[in-house]
């Protein structure tokens, strides 16, 4: 059984910066690749960025590459995403999972509750 708690969302101006941390409870966080998802109002929880177990391999929604981080710290049992040039269309719900591999993080096998993002123009 793996816990996940987000936190660090908030308000942020457009062109701003927010870093997002998810913490995992279980001795098991490492041996799981780790997901960041977002769902705003009215729309389908999209897919934002993905971590190997390892941390060696990253994945982007082509919506936030380039401007967006996903990190992690298995000695923290932590997975981050640093999220900067902030945009108004990037306010949603953010989410943190956990999946047994990359090939399953859209489906995943825990999830946390979410941390509100809010970007103001």
């Known amino acids: 059984q793996v816990q996940l708690v987000e936190s660090g969302g908030g308000l942020v101006q457009a062109g701003g910066s927010l870093r997002l941390s998810c913490a995992a409870s279980g001795r098991t966080f490492s041996s799981y690749a780790m997901g960041w998802f977002r769902q705003a109002p009215g729309k389908e929880r999209e897919f934002v960025a993905a971590i190997s177990w390892s941390g060696g391999s990253t994945y982007y929604a082509d919506s936030v590459k380039g401007r967006f981080t996903i990190s992690r710290d298995n000695a923290k049992n932590t997975v981050y995403l640093q999220m900067n040039s902030l945009k108004t269309e990037d306010t949603a719900v953010y989410y943190c999972?956990?999946?047994?591999?990359?090939?399953?993080?859209?489906?995943?096998?825990?999830w946390g509750q979410g941390t509100q993002v809010t970007v103001s123009s």
């Open positions: 999972n956990a999946a047994a591999n990359i090939a399953t993080i859209v489906a995943g096998v825990y």
